[in-house]
């Protein structure tokens, strides 16, 4: 256990700013203050809906910015007289009225912008072995063998909607890979909604911050989330690039901020399944419930179509503090932490045993960005992208596969990794590989369980619900003792069957592994007093560090470091012979002059180098 130090209280301020900035809980509760959004009750007549509407529109002169008729759900822009707190005070207090919300206002989930920029063309000329980083970064993610499976079938595409920042439409990756989903049935330029879907030129998805079909993303995040998805079926940083087999539907609901409402977001989701997407990533979120927001993610489910929203990037609990879309208690909904190369939780990611599935990964992870060149993101939005993207590649051999089927074959293929014991539902780490192979054989019943929306979480309402609940849980279950309980979904009744068939020697590996001594003294530290050089945006920092673990380092230095922020140390080996390059987050700070910083980003070796160093070391008290 890293030990946990005040910080020191001008330096809360910069945390509070950092939070503000980057942080979802800064977010709680806040909303729109000029908007609302409400439903009416089912059996309310069309005469009563159009009276309601008159009154509202007349009397309390609100603005509809948007109706959804067959939902008897509106979204209204309040006259500047009134406050929110009013106005919704005023409709609940109504007859017709089922409920009426704020329009909660909602962040993407990456925790930087893109660092280590380069050109498509400075990307083109390195080293294949410098190009994957991406797939060190996933550690024992093999792609290789996808890509190679993909370019000898010609199955239909599948298509991915990405409710993000927008994209770099002409980004050589989507251009040369043809990777861009179109709206067949629109003819572009015409200022005619062709196909009839209430939206007028929308080719290549749509823009719900200015309302047209301008995809430009002004913030790089859409644009790098996508590039991950694309990833999962093609390698895009090969110089002559296969035809993607996933599309990406580009749905920009987030500002250049990466800031969006929640009414924009549901019309993205509406958007996506009734045009075709067959899966949505969500890499963003908000601690606000709106149940419009669980009633559009139900939607998705009752549509069969695959939903993976990014956990929260807050270090925090979703099962204290649900994070939305994730912590809906929907049962397709695969709510996704980010993990380090070497398989532990990032230290920004959120958690939780009840509300969490499976972790993927989501520290320094290299894709496209707007302007066609490439950067590296952190967050739980690069990790759910990956989760998003080989679903896809499952329903690409798999096409009948259900969301919740998905899900199910997603977790139950996934890698048990001891670091995540505990932390997360599955305690594994995606295996893009074995989930598609898995979806290549799977005998699938097309049925799932019924869902109502009636406001849970899955952090409350788990243990009753068996929330994730599901199937064939043979590979997880083996290595969780205890913890089956849950898993029995007796609520939900009789469940479909996939049959997949349990690999002996692999989950005997999986169970030696858990045994690894080395995962025990993970956090066990020592002393040391060793020169190390600290990079932190781009400038290079004096220090040494007092005390190691293979979890982190206490480093002394007099530069202000920044709780929270991304620090690159080469540190010294005890005899000032060795050096080790490893990535990570201040995790405290105390007096301006000493930090804890967590390793996010540690590869074996460098695990292995700081373990041989540690045996010559005195522990730390
Ligand atoms: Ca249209």
Known sequence: MNRIKLVHVYRSIVVMFFT??????????NYRHDKIIVKLKKNISQSNSLKFLGKATTDKQMHLSKSWTKLKMYHFQLHKSQTVEQAID??????????????????KASVDSASGQKTYEEMMSLSQSEKVYTSEASAQMDFEQIYESVSASSNPTV?????????????PIFVNSDALWRNTGEIAGNGADDDGNGYIDDVYGWNFVDNNGSLYDDDDH?????????SAGIDIFAASMEVSPIKIMALKFLDGNGIGSTSDAINAIYYAVDNGAQVINNSWGGNSYSQALHEAVAYTYTKGVT??????????NNDNAPMYPASYDVPHIQSIAATTSSDYLASFSNFGYNSVDIGSPGVFIQSSIDGGGFGYMSGTSMAAPYVSGVSAMMIYYAPSMLGYQIKSLVESSSDYVSPLSGLVHEESRLNPLSSINAAKVANVAASQPGYAVDGGTRAVASEEAGGCGLVTKLQADFNKNNKQGRMTGKSFGKVFLIVVVLSLPFALTLY??????A???AYERFQLDSAVTLSVGGKQLKGQVSTISLGGAQVDTQALLENGGIVKMNISSPDGKDLIEVEGHVVWAEDGKSYGVKFAEATSQTLNQISNWTDNLEKAS
């Open 90 to 107: 005023e409709l609940r207090n109504d007859p017709n009225v089922l409920y009426a919300e704020p329009d909660y206002i909602i962040q």
């Open 20 to 29: 503000l900035c980057f942080g979802f809980s800064a977010w709680a509760g």
């Open 307 to 316: 939903f993976v929203a990014a956990a929260g990037n807050a270090s925090a």
């Open 512 to 517: 030696l592994r858990s045994k690894d001594p």
């Open 519 to 521: 995962n025990r003294r």
């Open 159 to 171: 298509t991915v909607a990405v409710i993000d920042t927008g994209i770099d439409i002409d980004h």
């Open 222 to 230: 859409g644009t790098h989330v996508s590039g991950v998805v694309v």
